[in-house]
């Protein structure tokens, strides 16, 4: 499925996903689910919400670690 979105949005994916070492693709899709869970939880901050999705992400892939209370 083809998705218009802005040059400017495409340009500043590719610098992000170079950093983050994502495909083009991967950075916009992980800044769609930073902004989709966001919207759907405004109270979360951004660092508590990006903690949540790559705990999903563990789980998905089957990569359960044990939580350490500091």
């Keep these: 499925m083809a998705v218009r979105?802005?040059?400017e949005l495409v340009g500043e994916a590719k610098r992000f996903s170079k950093i983050e070492h994502r495909s083009l693709t991967g950075q916009i899709e992980h800044?769609?689910?930073i902004g989709k869970c966001s919207e759907?939880?405004?109270d979360l901050t951004y660092s508590l919400i990006k903690e949540?999705?790559?705990g999903l992400e563990e789980l998905e892939h089957d990569e359960k670690t044990e939580y350490q209370f500091g």
């Design 5 to 7: 979105i802005s040059e």
């Design 31 to 33: 800044w769609a689910r």
């Design 40 to 42: 759907e939880n405004p």
């Design 52 to 54: 949540i999705l790559m």
